[in-house]
């Protein structure tokens, strides 16, 4: 299986089962670095930009409603990182986002003309720019999965490894986490993988 670039959920404890299968890595488009998120918190990238290694990409959201740096709205101004990601599109790999992260996939052109879901505060401008809005946590539209506000990362991760490792490997976690996946789920019939 090609490695996985990021992770929405703490996991690593519970998929040492599926290590030969799954292999979680953290990126930066420039590089290995410590990342700083809208409200401070520090996440260390330690692995290269290579979405072409990667089944899996999640882009994570945050800072859509500042117009400073860190966040979302910085990162579609300055341009490089919707750049990467409309690049990094190919076979095999699966593109998804949650909360505000999916405004970067929109400002990469990847949601216009699909379902897709982002945070409440997010959904007109995600619509204004073409994306299919869908009323769920979780919107699957095969190469591309979206989730609403930063909690539906939940529902997210586990709405992935059930599709990627199976139903009994996301009623595990559900288990680990302590925490049951609500609401809906939209799955385009004619979703493209």
Request: glycine residues 12%; contains cysteine; proline residues 5%.
């Amino acid at each position: 299986m090609r490695t996985q670039p990021a992770s929405v959920t703490p996991t690593d404890e519970f998929l040492a089962g599926d290590a030969e299968r799954l292999h979680v890595r953290y990126v930066a488009l420039d590089g290995p670095r410590t990342v700083t998120a809208a409200f401070g918190t520090t996440l260390r990238a330690d692995h290269a930009w290579a979405p072409e290694q990667a089944g899996l990409l999640v882009v994570p959201g945050g800072g859509c409603a500042r117009r400073e740096d860190p966040g979302v709205r910085a990162e579609i101004r300055r341009g490089a990182l919707p750049r990467a990601l409309a690049r990094a599109r190919c076979p095999g790999l699966t593109i998804s986002a949650l909360c505000t992260g999916v405004m970067l996939l929109s400002a990469a052109g990847l949601t216009r003309g699909r379902p897709c879901t982002t945070h409440h505060r997010a959904r007109r401008d995600l619509e204004e720019r073409g994306g299919l809005l869908k009323n769920a946590r979780v919107v699957d539209d095969g190469d591309l999965v979206t989730a609403g506000g930063v909690t539906f990362g939940l529902d997210l991760a586990l709405w992935l490894v059930c599709r990627e490792l199976g139903v009994d490997a996301a009623l595990g976690l559900e288990s680990m986490l302590e925490y049951e996946a609500r609401g809906t789920v939209h799955q385009n019939a004619g979703g493209r993988s």
